[in-house]
């Protein structure tokens, strides 16, 4: 079965643009995370939904930062006026429920390079 | 707050050769405690999990003990083969946080044939 996907693979953006990263979790799972993995470190949470809303953004770094999920499937990371330092590896991932210690499922990341 | 420590890389060994990789954790209340890989060109995977203490996780030959009185996970492997190189994450999971995961900076693993 097809597994957790995210768009663009890739995406080079100049300092000072806005972004939209995509994921698309596994069908029926609810729970659904976003990390940021930079280089030579483990990855770090950002914001977790289950369903529509987002249960717990404190792992967002500040204002520029959001993360939308509107129909509970779907989810859209998007970074406004973005700096060197944002450049990582956005990494998304879905689990079944998110009440217990379910596996997550990531994805394969989208690599944001800020110029 | 919650954090993983885990021994820095990269670690090479020879194939059959025995494998530790240290992971040692800092949390308040009862994580549950993960070790997640990553092999060339893929993305992150469960490897294997534990979720109360003195519970052993084991998968492909690996395994974990949850080790509550020294607060470790370390991994470990009797024989190592070509293909388990890779990087290995061990993490903890908040259960406040919809248990989202803490990772430690991951240890990459070569070994040679």
């Known amino acids: 079965g097809a597994g957790v996907s995210q768009t663009p693979s890739n995406k080079v953006t100049e300092k000072g643009k806005y972004v939209e990263l995509r994921c698309d979790p596994i069908?029926?799972?609810?729970?659904l995370y976003w990390y940021r993995q930079s280089l030579g470190q483990g990855p770090e949470f950002l914001i977790y939904f289950q369903g529509t809303g987002a249960a717990d953004d404190s792992g967002l770094p500040n204002d520029r930062f959001f993360a939308v999920r509107p129909e509970g499937s779907v989810s859209t990371l998007k970074i406004q006026r973005t700096e060197r330092g944002d450049s990582a590896v956005y990494l998304c991932?879905?689990?079944?429920?998110?009440?217990?210690?379910?596996?997550?499922?990531f994805g394969p990341g989208t690599r944001l390079t800020v110029l | 707050g919650n954090s993983v420590t885990q021994m820095e890389g990269p670690v090479t060994l020879s194939e059959e050769a025995f494998l530790t990789i240290n992971c040692t954790y800092t949390a308040t209340g009862y994580p549950s405690l993960f070790w997640y890989v990553q092999y060339p060109g893929e993305g992150l995977q469960l490897l294997l999990k534990?979720?109360?203490?003195?519970d052993k996780g084991s998968n492909k030959g690996f395994e974990a003990t949850y080790r509550k009185e020294t607060t470790s996970f370390h991994l470990e492997k009797g024989s190592v083969q070509v293909s388990d190189s890779a990087v290995y994450f061990c993490?903890?999971?908040?259960?406040?946080?919809?248990?989202?995961?803490?990772f430690g900076k991951g240890t990459s693993l070569l070994v040679t044939p």
């Open positions: 991932a879905s689990s079944l429920m998110g009440g217990g210690p379910d596996e997550q499922f």
């Open positions: 069908s029926g799972h609810t729970a």
């Open positions: 993490a903890l999971s908040r259960s406040n946080s919809g248990y989202a995961l803490n």
């Open positions: 534990a979720t109360k203490a003195d």
